[in-house]
């Protein structure tokens, strides 16, 4: 058995989170890299969610406003699609940043 490929042959759903949003930030090149490393590979279909471009609050609630509803709309259904995830992430004092605590 193909641990890669779901068995109906389809490929795997990959989410890719870019979760710096920081001016300068060095992540796009890693993404870049990743999304270069998976390009060819006809086993993966790769979507990049890139916290930065993604506007998400800060905080979760249980009655979100309007606007983290219409943020939250656009990156949800990208994440409920995917099969795995892959997390590219900065160190932010010995821990991860922020826009990914959400």
């Given at each position: 058995m193909?641990?890669?490929?779901?068995?109906?042959?389809?490929p795997l759903k990959?989410?890719?989170?870019?979760s710096s949003n920081r001016e300068g930030r060095f992540g796009p090149v890693?993404?870049?890299?990743?999304?270069?490393?998976?390009?060819?590979?006809d086993d993966f279909a790769v979507d990049l969610i890139d916290l930065a471009d993604a506007d998400l609050p800060t905080a979760l609630s249980y009655r979100?406003?309007?606007?983290?509803?219409?943020?939250l709309a656009k990156v949800s259904p990208k994440l409920?699609?995917?099969?795995?995830?892959?997390?590219?992430t900065p160190e932010y004092n010995h821990s991860?940043?922020?826009p990914s605590r959400v």
């Open positions: 193909d641990l890669t490929t779901p068995e109906n042959g389809a990959l989410a890719v989170i870019l890693i993404a870049d890299w990743f999304l270069s490393r998976t390009a060819g590979r979100p406003g309007s606007a983290a509803r219409a943020a409920s699609a995917a099969d795995a995830f892959v997390v590219l991860f940043p922020p």
